[in-house]
């Protein structure tokens, strides 16, 4: 079964643009199925602010064949000692809604869903560039929604431009995102989510979209002076 990775780390401007640039690929990183090389935004911030797009803050969403080949990319190639510097989390997949070309998804996870258990949840897509302006109209309240919930554990953007953008999110309960997801949360102005889904529906936003679920295996590193986003895992070093 395929595992899929989430870094975070903090790099010279020169390095996280040569990463947008010239991003791993199946072809030249043994084991590795599918990497998007991208940069951090804070979520709901405004469109011009300088915390929008923090081109110093890489994330890398990744799907490798087995956890071995994770552990050579982060010992021994070059971009992936940077990358060991950071924080990333390991995932086996659990659902899918659309889908990204790029990568190669699992069927379903034979594991029942356990409501009460931490979940982490991947969006990802490519932009229509016409509707962008409409996307974040819709998109940022959206943001603000799962920025500030309190169900959420961590919780970023990031964007790898002119096309993709993506979002990640730790949470406490898959109980906890569901409720978000529907409009049910105990916040203000909970049906955020909803709305939006069903704006995108009438007029979508994207060339392709994909929202994804997976259940946490491994978390590793620290992000911005912390560990353990996830509690029940135990913050492993590397090999």
């Not at 659990?94 to 869903?113: H, K, T």
């Not at 953007?157 to 997801?181: C, D, G, H, Y």
Request: glycine residues 4%.
């Amino acid at each position: 079964m395929s595992v899929f990775t989430f870094h975070l780390t903090k790099t010279s401007i020169k390095s996280a643009l040569k990463a947008l640039w010239i991003p791993p690929t199946a072809g030249n990183i043994p084991g590795l199925i599918h990497a998007e090389c991208m940069t951090s935004m804070t979520l709901g911030s405004l469109i011009f602010s300088p915390s929008r797009v923090l081109i110093r803050q890489l994330v890398v969403f990744a799907q490798w064949e087995n956890e071995l080949a994770i552990d050579n990319f982060l010992k021994n190639d070059v971009f992936g000692k940077t990358l060991a510097k950071g924080w990333h989390i390991r995932l086996t997949h659990l659902r899918q809604w659309g889908n990204i070309d790029e990568f190669v998804l699992p069927n379903p996870s034979i594991e029942a869903d356990n409501p009460d258990a931490p979940v982490v949840a991947v969006t990802l897509a490519r932009m229509k560039l016409l509707q962008v302006p409409r996307f974040i109209h819709w998109g940022r309240p959206v943001e603000k929604l799962v920025r500030d919930h309190p169900g959420v554990s961590l919780a970023l953007a990031a964007t790898r431009l002119p096309r993709t953008v993506s979002t990640f999110s730790i949470w406490k309960s898959q109980r906890e995102m569901l409720n978000m997801v529907h409009g049910h949360s105990p916040v203000p102005h909970p049906k955020r989510h909803s709305e939006a889904m069903r704006e995108r529906e009438r007029k979508d936003f994207h060339i392709q979209f994909t929202t994804l679920r997976f259940k946490p295996i491994a978390e590793y590193g620290e992000w911005n002076g912390r560990s353990n986003y996830i509690p029940a895992l135990t913050s492993k070093q590397l090999p």
